[in-house]
């Protein structure tokens, strides 16, 4: 089992910014990639950050420079810098991560239950 807590979402006005935070814990061996998708109703979920264990980080084109995603002191955090914010960047924001099972060593991919971030004034 292996759980994924988001936390940090709410309500902001234009302008402002958040700090998105997930951990994860549970039967990890390895995880090789953590990041961030969001949602919106009636649209798919789309990607806003991830971040390997090696580093490389992928962003969606149009929040580079705008949303900064980085890992933690330990290897299960992830954060995501939301600054400038803008009533379109609302959504349910979800933490994901895929990892190496401690007890099988097999890989799976895991999701938070999400954060809502909304941007109003």
């Known amino acids: 089992q292996v759980q994924v807590v988001e936390s940090g979402g709410g309500l902001v006005q234009p302008g402002e910014s958040l700090r998105l935070s997930c951990a994860a814990s549970?039967?990890?061996?390895?995880?090789?990639?953590m990041g961030w998708y969001r949602q919106v109703p009636g649209k798919q979920r789309e990607l806003v950050a991830v971040t390997t264990a090696d580093g490389v980080t992928n962003y969606a084109d149009s929040l580079k420079g705008l949303f900064t995603i980085s890992r933690g002191n330990t290897e299960n955090t992830v954060y995501l810098q939301m600054d400038n914010l803008k009533p379109e960047e609302t959504a349910v924001y979800y933490c994901t991560n895929r990892n190496i099972s401690s007890r099988d060593y097999a890989q799976r991919n895991y999701w938070g239950q999400g954060t809502q971030v909304t941007v109003s004034s």
């Open positions: 549970g039967d990890i061996f390895s995880i090789q990639v």
